[in-house]
Each structure stands twice: as structure tokens, then as C-alpha cells.
């Protein structure tokens, strides 16, 4: 059972589905019983001291109680899945997918914060703004930027090499 993300007003929401929604797929996609899923959680009970029994499962996948933190997190472990994704919003499944996603925006956002220091601010806003446009009014700014660097004041002799920025 594959939950699509669900778009509204051309927004994709944060949330799509509950933590019953997530249990089921989980069940379906793994051949699981609910048995088997305690006794997954079983060690991880044991290790951090929390009880949950089978008519606390059998009332998080009827959607009639959302589990709590603790047992949220029991559950991610014994599963092997993200605890944010475990309870209905849009984030890969995979605690090493979300892993590598943290860790690619962290180069992205080191990567604009050298570009602004290297370049300035208002470079980095020009370029910023310029990646909002689609392509086709990306090719009418830069030629306009073209046109503009037509202009006496950027031919002039050993100015060419000479930048705002």
C-alpha cells in the first residue's frame, strides 16, 4: 500500500496520514502481525524500560489511540523506520534517507553562506531570485543582463574585467 502525498491548493501538506495509516502500510508492505511487532519491540522495551502491550498496538493501528513519544520511538527502532514518519508526515521513511537529507542541506546551506561572503549580499539575492524564475524567464533575464552590459560604462577600456561585486 503505497500512500501518495496528497497536494492541496498546489501545497503539499506536511502531514498526509496518522501513525494507524503508517502501521498498516508497514503490516501490508512486510507481511507483519501484530505479534511479530511486539516481539520486534520486545528488546527495545526491555532496554528502555516501556511496556507496551498488544492492546496498545491493536488501539494505535485501529487509530483509536496515538502513541506517545516513548513508544513512538519503540516502535521507529523496532521497525526500522523514522519516528517522524511513523506518525504521518511527509519524510523518507529511513532513518538513513533523512540522515543524508540533514546532511546535504547542511552542505547547501554552508555552500550560499560562502557564496554571499565571497560575493555579497545583494549577488547572493540576484542569484537567489533568478532561481525562482522558470526557464524560460531565466533566459530573458540574462539577456537582458547581455543587453545592459552593452552599455558605454561596462566597454570602456580594462573595464570589462571590472565587476560590481
Known amino acids: ?22 502501521l498498516k502500510q508497514i503490516m501490508n508492505e ?4 501484530q505479534v511479530e511487532i511486539l516481539e520486534a519491540c ?5 532496554k528502555y524500560g516501556v511496556k507496551l502491550a498488544k492492546n496498545d498496538l491493536s488501539q494505535y493501528i485501529s487509530g483509536k489511540v496515538t502513541p506517545g513519544q516513548d513508544k513512538l520511538t519503540i516502535l521507529g527502532l523496532a521497525l526500522g523506520v ?5 506518525m504521518g508526515y ?6 538513513d534517507e533523512l540522515q543524508r537529507l540533514e546532511e546535504q542541506l547542511q552542505k547547501e546551506s554552508a ?10 549580499k545583494e549577488a547572493f539575492q540576484a542569484v ?9 524567464d531565466q533566459g530573458r533575464a540574462i539577456g537582458q543582463m547581455e543587453e545592459m552590459l552593452k ?12 565587476k560590481a561585486i
Do not use: H
Not at 523514522?82 to 511513523?86: H, I, Q, R
Not at 555552500?111 to 555579497?120: D, N
Not at 552599455?151 to 571590472?162: F, L, N, Q, T, W
Open 82 to 86: 523514522n519516528e517522524v514518519w511513523l
Open 90 to 95: 511527509n519524510v523518507p521513511p529511513g532513518k
Open 151 to 162: 552599455a558605454e560604462k561596462y566597454r570602456k577600456k580594462g573595464s570589462s574585467d571590472k
Open 30 to 33: 512486510r507481511g507483519l502481525k
Open 111 to 120: 555552500a550560499c553562506e560562502l557564496f554571499e561572503q565571497c560575493y555579497g
Open 1 to 22: 500500500m503505497k500512500i501518495p502525498n496528497k497536494k492541496e491548493g498546489g501545497v503539499y501538506r506536511l502531514k498526509d496520514v496518522t501513525t494507524a495509516d503508517r
Open 128 to 136: 537567489m531570485l533568478f532561481l525562482r524564475l522558470d526557464t524560460l
Open 42 to 46: 520486545k528488546p527495545y522495551c526491555e
